[in-house]
């Protein structure tokens, strides 16, 4: 898809959009806040995959066999002093999973395998018993398992080979057992805090009126971040209080709108609110090719003298004709979008003319480059 068309079709999605929702569209509280002390945690562990088709860790991978010799000696295999334990049927794995908020033991969590050796693939192995540690240091759950891999990889004996997809990474479904809770102080604090996930003072204030006006006066807000909501002490009550209190519709506030400029893609985003003042730009491209050659100088086969080979560059600018436009005072997303496609401007022309023009305070916006 060419610029133009992307940048067009970015355009109708803002438009759409804009006429789908009115400018202050209720949502449910859910959508707008996250529960502090009620969140995931990420684990993480160090383990080995067994069982593969040699397509595990080469022998270059001097702590794979380390790690194959520790694991031997947990189960009481001697191995002697100096002994490389090389075996392709074994990958050494980080291991992850996202311990989910109210988690109890017992209960199983889904973990991620991703390869840290050389190995070509892990389909068809198994993970042995990994401990999981959060931040603190500490174990809170066990993952073992078959590794379910999406992708594969096949190699010739010329050494042409395919690979579909990432075989080194895989998934095990409930491959991990919590063992040790992680602790919250949701149901012993008096009030619960409402972090907004968008930081907004007239999304907070209307997230307090809306409480006080259903439950009455029991929720503050002393900033543009977080709503607190005094919660009833007893642990059920505080359950099915929340669980009203999330499905709430609030208003949520108007935001200046905005142009995102992904600077890697080239994908601009301009909001269906943007207006502009009375601007005029003039943008020119300086073009600079480098060319570079091999001049071959052959001596006489009789003279005895040597072949010589010299560079030759040369090195042309062309300074591109200056294109001036105007955008009058209140222009809109549509005059904005005809504007920048007559140019047919190039992503890096794109960003040079926003830049020019938020600096000069000729967007009525924030400019967001990712």
């Given at each position: 898809?060419?610029f133009?068309?992307?940048?067009a079709v970015s ?12 400018a ?6 859910r959508?707008?806040v996250?529960?502090e002390?009620?969140?995931?945690n ?13 397509s595990?860790d ?7 066999s380390?790690s ?9 295999v001697?191995?002697?002093d ?9 990958a050494?794995?980080m ?5 989910p908020?109210?988690y ?8 991620v395998?991703s390869s840290?050796?050389d ?10 018993l990994?401990p999981?540690?959060a931040a603190?240091?500490e174990?809170?759950?066990?993952a073992?398992?078959?590794v379910v ?11 042409s ?9 895989g998934?095990?479904?409930?491959g991990?057992?919590?063992e040790r809770e ?5 149901n ?5 805090r409402?972090?907004l ?6 999304t907070?204030?209307?997230i307090?009126?809306?409480?006080n006006?259903?439950?009455g006066d ?31 519709n ?5 935001d ?11 994908t ?5 609110g ?8 003039t ?14 100088s052959q001596?006489?086969?009789l003279?005895g ?5 010299s ?6 600018a062309?300074?591109?004709p200056?294109?001036m436009?105007?955008w009058?005072a209140?222009a809109k997303?549509?005059s ?5 496609n ?5 992503p890096?022309?794109i960003?040079?003319?926003?830049q020019?023009l938020?600096?000069?305070g ?9």
């Open positions: 898809m060419t133009r068309k992307l940048l355009a109708a999605l803002c438009l759409t959009l804009g006429a789908a929702l009115p202050q569209a209720a949502q449910a509280l959508n707008l996250a529960i002390g009620v969140r995931d990420p684990l993480v562990g160090y383990g080995l995959v067994v069982g593969l088709n040699g595990g080469s022998t270059q991978v001097k702590f794979s380390q194959v010799i520790n694991m031997l000696k947990q189960f009481g001697k191995v002697p100096g002994t490389d334990a090389k075996s392709k049927n074994v050494t794995v291991v992850s999973a996202v311990f908020p109210g109890r033991k017992g209960q199983s969590i889904d973990v395998v840290m050796g190995a070509k693939s892990l389909r068809g192995g198994a993970l042995l990994t999981l540690r603190d240091g174990v809170y759950a066990l073992q398992g078959n891999v999406g992708g594969f990889s096949a190699q010739g004996k010329s050494g080979s395919i690979t579909v997809n990432t075989p080194t990474s998934r095990i479904p409930s991990a057992n919590i992680i602790p919250s102080d949701f012993t604090k008096p009030t619960v409402l972090s996930r968008h930081p907004h003072f007239e907070a204030i209307n307090v009126n809306s409480i006006k259903r439950f029991i929720a503050t807000a002393s900033d543009a971040t977080s709503v607190d909501v005094v919660a009833p002490a007893n642990p059920t009550q505080r359950v099915a209080f929340m669980a009203k209190l999330e499905a709430m609030v208003d949520v506030g108007e200046a709108p905005k142009v995102v400029f992904n600077s890697r893609t080239g601009v985003v301009i909001a269906e943007l207006r502009v003042r009375a601007a005029a730009v943008h020119g491209s300086l073009k600079v090719v480098i060319s570079e050659s091999t001049k071959v001596p006489n086969a003279a003298g040597q072949t010589v080979a560079p030759q560059s040369q090195v042309t062309d300074q591109g200056a294109q436009f105007k009058p209140g997303l549509q904005i979008i005809d504007v920048v007559s140019l047919g401007a190039t890096d022309d960003m040079a003319i926003l020019a938020d600096q000069a000729a967007i009525e916006g924030e400019l967001v480059v990712i």
